[in-house]
């Protein structure tokens, strides 16, 4: 038996013929075994990995697809034999195979082995050679499988470098200028692959190159980092200027202790480029990872804890741009905190708190998850208040503010949260958090009806972008303006539906390209949606309308809009709980609205109960850039229903 998942997910009897695994969900419980490295994983665990709302019989579901994988691994098992390969143990179960019939097993044991014995380069290639993709690259979605793709991704960058200084030490690796030219390009942050690269390029007897190579990693350092390079790449150049070529046995300069990564400028940097927005913002993001993990990697936690807390950027949206980024930020938090312990300094801590709650955005969550986001927003809150830091404090309100969306209806809440943050950001004079404190309270002002004290707070946040450089604020706030129109538009007198959509398509031109696909994705689809339900008009069934994470809720009202009663019936039946993040009460609005209409009675009782704390608000105003109207007409819609059944 043989099992892979240095790319999709797959199993193989011993002479090679290949397993019939199942679907998704059986391919997920192996690979959660195999990221377990032989140890047990509990039912608990199982359920909270695989589902982000478990269902109620999560664990009979569960048992189904480990017998159905026992079924498929071991097919010739007597039946009363006990399985040999997926055992129940304790309250869970385990993988027994040998590590070396798993290949990420057998990667990370050739790479340890390599590190202590140069000989282990061969088996080292063979095994980088069989990645056939990203780690787990099936199993999408799932936080599990993101935060091992990360950790595997840094061992095999590592791992292909190893080989290469191994090779080049042996007086070998004139053949590695190709992969290492493509390794610097996609990785350019890996100050040791330049040198790796440039002594690639002298084995191949191109010296011009090679001191080409290093100028250009200067330049990058230096423009770009405020860094001059490390010793080992300013060794490496006096070499070749002097006509010297290193000997076979020479080790060219290699990221651990006393090596120079610059991790601190590079953060800095990042912060400065992320409210530029666009692709500012998007290298930022990538600068930041490549700091923390640079960090990691010298081993010094005090500097590790300030890196990862340095990049203190306002965060005003409760889905990830980037999830896995965002999950290998918080998994490094978590780290970092862990070695630290309870004993460290107040300051770190609280920073690592603030990071994990202001990472972990609420939409991509599951049940464990976010629970662990807001008890870090509590302690980074209560610790940055007895230290009376005014910015760490503004810092760690950013992270209560996006983990306040566990439930509809608590816009109020948000306010004052925001008040708070605009209050210590004016009076010690930390511009960006008063944009966020002013862009919080618009928000909480539109989810109230409150237009009026939001287009105040919408002005005053423009007023602030021009000194603090921030460009992002007017693209937010350009669909503030197109969500009044729209509201407007279904009073007497009001300006027309075509001239809110306009506004909104205006406004969708100017955040393609702002750097934030989070926000960005699906959200015109649903402005023009809000649009017609003020309007009492079917939902918008143009196929070339991105729906993005909206789209289960969108779909049933869209299949009504075509006449399809029964696919909508089922597309309702099929459909999840909202997430807990700024859209939420408008997908309970889109969930009562299409029961309501299928005459669903007990889906329209749990919209119902799930909009009862929000009937004072608008529903999809929560981000200040859309609405589909009081959430009371929706409410008082689905409890007639749900009162009918």
């Known amino acids: 038996m043989r099992i892979d998942v240095l790319g999709a997910v797959r199993a193989f009897r011993d002479d090679g013929s290949p397993v019939d695994l199942g679907g998704p969900r059986h391919r997920e419980v192996l690979a959660r075994l195999v990221a377990a490295e032989g140890r047990m994983v509990t039912t608990d ?6 589902w982000s709302d478990p269902p109620a019989r999560a ?16 097919p010739d098992r007597p039946p009363r034999d006990p399985p040999r390969v997926i055992v129940t143990e304790g309250p869970g179960y385990a993988l027994r195979l040998p590590r070396e019939d798993v290949d990420v097993h057998r990667f990370q044991d050739t790479l340890a082995r390599a590190r202590r014995n140069p000989d282990a380069v061969t088996d080292l290639g063979r095994v980088l050679a069989n990645w056939r993709g990203p780690a ?12 091992e793709r990360t950790r595997l991704d840094e061992l095999r960058l590592e791992g292909a470098e190893l080989r290469a200084r ?23 942050w890996r100050e040791p692959a330049w040198g790796l690269l440039a002594r690639a390029l002298l084995r191949a007897g191109r010296q011009a190159d090679a001191l080409a190579t290093l100028r250009r990693a200067r330049t990058m350092l230096v423009d770009q980092l405020g860094l001059d390079p490390g010793a080992g790449l300013q060794r490496l150049e006096a070499d070749i200027l002097n006509g010297y070529v290193p000997p076979e046995g020479a080790r060219a300069g290699w990221a651990g202790h006393g090596v120079r990564l610059g991790p601190r400028t590079t953060v800095d940097l990042a912060r400065t480029l992320a409210l530029a927005g666009g692709d500012a913002l998007v290298h930022s993001r990538r600068d930041r990872l490549a700091a923390v993990q640079a960090a990691e990697r010298t081993g010094d936690l005090s500097l590790t804890a300030r890196i990862i807390g340095a990049y203190d950027v306002p965060a005003l949206w409760s889905r990830a741009d980037d999830p896995e980024q965002s999950r290998a930020v918080v998994a490094a ?13 107040a300051d770190l801590l609280a920073r690592l708190l603030a990071t994990i709650a202001v990472e972990s955005r609420s939409a991509d969550l599951s049940h464990s998850e976010l629970k662990r986001a807001r008890q870090a927003a509590r302690q980074a809150e209560a610790l940055a208040r007895d230290l009376a830091d005014p910015a760490l404090l503004a810092f760690a309100l950013n992270g209560v503010f996006l983990q306040t969306f566990s439930r509809p209806g608590l816009a109020a809440v948000r306010d004052r949260i925001g008040a708070e943050i605009l209050d210590l950001a004016t009076q010690h004079e930390l511009p960006n958090f008063a944009v966020l404190g002013r862009l919080v309270r618009l928000q909480s002002a539109s989810a109230l009806g409150d237009l009026l004290a939001a287009a105040s707070h919408a002005k005053a946040a423009e007023q602030l972008a021009t000194t603090t450089e921030a460009p992002l604020v007017p693209v937010l706030t350009r669909w503030f303006r197109a969500r009044v129109t729209a509201a407007r538009s279904a009073e007497a007198g009001g300006p027309t539906a075509a001239t809110a959509a306009a506004h909104y398509r ?73 997430p807990h993040d700024h859209m939420q009460e408008a997908m309970w609005c889109l969930t009562a609205r299409a029961a309501v209409r299928l005459g669903e009675h007990a889906i329209a009782a749990r919209a119902a109960v799930a909009l009862r704390d929000a009937r004072a608000e608008h529903a999809g105003a929560a981000g200040g850039m859309l609405t589909l109207g009081p959430v009371a007409h929706y409410l008082t819609e689905a409890e007639a229903c749900a009162g009918a059944g």
């Open 45 to 50: 665990s199982f359920v909270d990995d695989l």
């Open 59 to 74: 664990v009979g579901a569960l048992r189904t697809f480990v017998a159905a994988l026992r079924r498929a691994l071991e």
């Open 136 to 147: 787990y690259a099936d199993v999408t979605g799932a936080a599990w499988a993101q935060r």
């Open 166 to 188: 191994i090779l080049l030490d042996s007086g070998e690796g004139a053949d590695l200028v190709a992969d290492l030219g493509a390794h610097v390009t996609e990785h350019p």
């Open 333 to 345: 938090a978590e780290r970092t905190l862990t070695a630290l312990g309870p004993d460290g300094s």
């Open 506 to 578: 205006a406004a969708e031109d100017a955040l393609r390209t702002a750097g934030m696909p989070g926000l960005h994705r699906g959200l015109f689809p649903l402005a023009l949606l809000g649009l017609r339900l003020l309007h009492d008009r079917p939902a918008p069934t143009d196929p070339r309308l991105d729906w993005g994470p909206y789209r289960p809720w969108a779909l049933p009202l869209v299949l009504l809009a075509q006449d399809q009663a029964e696919e909508a019936r089922a597309a309702l039946l099929a459909m999840p709980q909202p």
